[in-house]
């Protein structure tokens, strides 16, 4: 992205200098700074390495390669300063980079004049659309709030859907579905604008941002420059691929569009007498009079391996617990979204009892995943559980193997059927 002095003239020259002086602008000061007056001498001297990024830090070669490219300056003292925040002003230029282009939106934000060191970047984020003005508040962009990880999720999203449509539609498939789940904690658990939710899915279906060790992913919390190197790479690299690349944006795009992922993740194929799409919501009585059920999601994790895989296994799947046994072993396991109303008081264990095996388990998720997703379920399954008069909706523990059909109906014959491909 850096520019060819010789070859690009005078604009190219006043462009890349109002880079460096945005770069100066970002710094935290408590002395002022005397700006030199550039030439392209000076420009093309912009340093790679840094004094405060040792080669033994984690994000070195990533540093390294995004200040190579000229996306990110350090600062005049030859630091980078890696644990510091990234503000909304510095994410929008280092987006404004990577697409180098010459539209511009005027911006109407009272608090980014046209003297601001980013005022241009904001206008080519505009104008790409990575910057929405609707998402800000009293006509204000507040240039020097860092960037929330919500915020940095929508930013990317909107940018990976101007470098390709297809990007846009999975962003309205996941935000126009209510069988939309996005694999995150703060899903059921709160702690996340709604909003946020389909462009978070973008984000984590493309590897651009990930969760924590404890699998939260922290939409309010902030981001790094050491991070955001590591991010912008992982941007040019997306921008280069389609949607259908990536399977785990694949499977939340499946999951948001019928309420399963099995074609995505697995060897099944739909057969002709329906899918999950078919049955969703639909009534299946038991047959022990117990209650009547609804499949409202069927959620795979690959388990023919060594390891789970799948962008939902950390949220179902548990490695240490009984979960194991299902590894490498030819099965698939399956978490099912049941609703229930029971007729009568009863438990877990008398409704699988008295019913098709998909629409009933007393095999519930491991209470590490209930309790690290918030996932709805109920307490055990050694009383009763299940009250007349009340309405459940839980998750529960299946699986299928890989070699066989398997599927089932409701009362009113529809179906569901899959068979190996």
Do not use: C
């Not at 003239?9 to 710094?27: D, E, I, T």
């Not at 996005?182 to 279906?205: Q, R, S, T």
Request: no cysteine; aromatic share 12%.
């Amino acid at each position: 992205m850096k520019k060819d002095l010789k070859h690009k003239g005078f604009k190219g020259f006043v462009r890349q200098n109002k880079f460096m002086l945005g770069a100066m602008a970002m710094g935290i000061a408590t002395a002022s700074i005397v700006v030199p007056v550039a030439t392209p001498s000076t420009v093309e001297a912009a340093s790679t390495t840094f004094k405060d990024v040792p080669k033994s830090h984690w994000a070195y070669d990533s540093i390294k390669q995004v200040a190579e490219k000229g996306l990110v300056a350090g600062y005049s003292d030859g630091t980078y300063k890696p644990s510091a925040q990234v503000t909304r002003a510095e994410f929008a230029t280092f987006l404004s980079r990577v697409f180098d282009g010459n539209d511009r939106t005027p911006s109407k934000f009272s608090d980014v004049g046209a003297s601001h060191w980013a005022n241009d970047a904001i206008q080519e984020g505009l104008a790409v659309g990575f910057i929405k003005a609707s998402d800000f508040s009293n006509n204000r962009f507040e240039p020097n709030k860092a960037m929330t990880r919500g915020e940095m999720s929508r930013w990317l999203a909107n940018g990976l859907a101007h470098a390709n449509a297809d990007y846009g539609k999975a962003i309205e498939e996941m935000a126009n579905s209510s069988l939309t789940i996005i694999p995150i904690p703060e899903f059921y658990g709160g702690g996340v604008n709604k909003k946020d939710l389909p462009y978070i899915g973008v984000a984590l279906g493309t590897g651009l941002l990930s969760g924590y060790e404890d699998f939260t992913f922290k939409p309010n919390g902030n981001t790094t420059r050491a991070e955001v190197a590591t991010i912008l790479i992982r941007f040019m690299d997306a921008m280069k691929k389609a949607p259908s690349d990536f399977t785990g944006l694949k499977e939340l795009r499946e999951v948001a569009s019928t309420g399963t992922n099995i074609l995505t993740i697995s060897n099944f194929k739909k057969s002709k007498y329906g899918g999950y799409e078919d049955v969703l919501g639909k009534p299946h009585t038991y047959l022990n009079n117990t209650g009547v059920a609804t499949i409202e999601h069927a959620i795979l994790v690959d388990t023919l391996g060594t390891k789970p895989k799948g962008i939902f296994k950390d949220m179902f799947f548990n490695e240490q617990s009984n979960n194991k046994v299902y590894l490498n072993n030819g099965i698939y396991a399956i978490y099912y979204e049941y609703t229930f109303k029971p007729s009568r008081d009863v438990s877990v264990q008398s409704v699988s009892n008295g019913s098709n095996q998909h629409f009933a388990s007393n095999l519930l998720v491991d209470k590490s995943k209930i309790a690290q997703f918030n996932l709805p379920s109920p307490k055990s399954t050694s009383k009763i559980e299940f009250m007349k008069g009340e309405t459940y909706r839980y998750w529960a523990f299946n699986s299928a193997l890989s070699g066989e059909m398997f599927g089932s109906r409701t009362d009113d014959d529809s179906m569901f059927y899959y068979e190996p491909k």
